[in-house]
């Protein structure tokens, strides 16, 4: 990866990783309707940032879930073995069902797996962007934001770690220079 910083996007199956990528590149990615397409890592080069698209995580309605846990153990172990050429990951949320599916994970006293990836990359050492993406589709986007950021460990408001957390709309555009300049400045290309 000589000459190109590494950014990661991490997230369940269809929270929006591959049309992100289109959304901050401009260019197509293989992508789906359907979970569990991408089957390994796809990259994107933009300027000197690689984009990588990793495949997704946690339940994917019509896989087994052998199939699930398999491909969680593949992307650990993949972060693992390429911990230091990552400069920045994304872990890439969908705002508006996040909530819900905590909720399912916790009533089983189980920690839900995105908040299980945030603490990894952060064991890793990997740094991290949390990125809420389809926030259009959120109605109280402080109140949201405040608990996705709680659930992660970031306390209220979430305005404090703008930084850190970004909410964006691959699908509109919403947010999304935002992003670009978050992901600059996390890279030293500002």
Known sequence: ???FKAVYLLGR???G???LIRALTGKRILSGRRPGVTKRPSCVESGVIRYVDMPGFGFMSGVSRRFSEAAKTGIVRH???NKEAIDLALLVLDAKAFLQICSRWEARNEVPVDIEFHDFLAELGIPTLVVANKIDKVQDVDATLDAIGDRLGYLPPWRQWRDTILPVSAKTGQGIPDLRYA???RLGLL
């Open 1 to 3: 990866m000589v000459g």
């Open 13 to 15: 199956s269809n929270v």
């Open 17 to 19: 990783k591959s049309a």
């Open 79 to 81: 972060l693992e073995r």
């Open 183 to 185: 992901i600059s400045r």
